[in-house]
T-cell receptor
Framework: DQQVKQNSPSLSVQEGRISILNCDYT??????FLWYKKYPAEGPTFLIS?????DKNEDGRFTVFLNKSAKHLSLHIVPSQPGDSAVYFC???????????FGKGTHLIIQP | SAVISQKPSRDICQRGTSLTIQCQVD?????MFWYRQQPGQSLTLIAT?????????ESGFVIDKFPISRPNLTFSTLTVSNMSPEDSSIYLC????????????FGPGTRLTVT
């Protein structure tokens, strides 16, 4: 039973437009939600996170929104750039000593 | 952040053999983890590598199959024992540095193919 779900295996967006990646979760005990970016043959790179007590966190072109009642979060990338083409993973943490629970990832393709 | 290296970066192994993967961090860290990413799947936590004590395994993973060592605060190994083709995966180590946002930093991964 997947506790973190990314229902879109891939997403194609034009350069300069907004990319929106979605993630749903089922476990109410998760405390933090994180987004990672992964290029082929590399480990995941941390992008941005949000605490369960907040509904928005922004860092440059990246904004994460959390809707706790719907158990849904999204990552917005504005404007999208060619270097953003990668697989994006949504992950959740119960806190501190816990490992992360990952979704299956969304392959974002930025088209020129 | 932390700089994490893994050896080997990739390997092709025969069924029934074992492979030990090394993870080296450039600073002392308390928490180290091992993950697996099977083809087309998400990253799945195998175990938490505890310094000075036995690793803590997640459901579905056992010590006999995935023995882990953590001799100090900068190094850990994961052994994949008695391999079968189903063990073909990318194996990644990660570290938690204690930030309040709970992010973990990952090594580049070890791509294992079992024939």
């Amino acid at each position: 039973d997947q506790q973190v779900k990314q229902n879109s295996p891939s997403l194609s967006v034009q350069e300069g437009r907004i990319s929106i990646l979605n993630c749903d979760y089922t476990n109410s005990m998760f405390d933090y939600f994180l987004w990672y970016k992964k290029y082929p043959a590399e480990g995941p790179t941390f992008l941005i996170s949000i605490s369960s007590i907040k509904d928005k966190n922004e860092d440059g072109r990246f904004t994460v929104f959390l809707n706790k009642s719907a158990k849904h979060l999204s990552l917005h990338i504005v404007p999208s750039q060619p270097g953003d083409s990668a697989v994006y993973f949504c992950a959740a943490s119960g806190g501190g000593a816990d490992g992360l629970t990952f979704g299956k990832g969304t392959h974002l393709i930025i088209q020129p | 952040s932390a700089v994490i290296s893994q050896k080997p970066s990739r390997d092709i192994c025969q069924r029934g053999t074992s492979l030990t993967i090394q993870c080296q961090v450039d600073s002392q860290v308390t928490m180290m983890f091992w993950y697996r990413q099977q083809p087309g799947q998400s990253l799945t936590l195998i175990a938490t590598a505890n310094q000075g004590s036995e690793a803590t395994y997640e459901s579905g993973f056992v010590i006999d199959k995935f023995p882990i060592s953590r001799p100090n605060l900068t190094f850990s190994t994961l052994t994949v024992s008695n391999m079968s083709p189903e063990d073909s995966s990318i194996y990644l180590c990660s570290v938690f540095l204690g930030q309040s946002s709970y992010e973990q930093y990952f090594g580049p991964g070890t791509r294992l193919t079992v024939t």
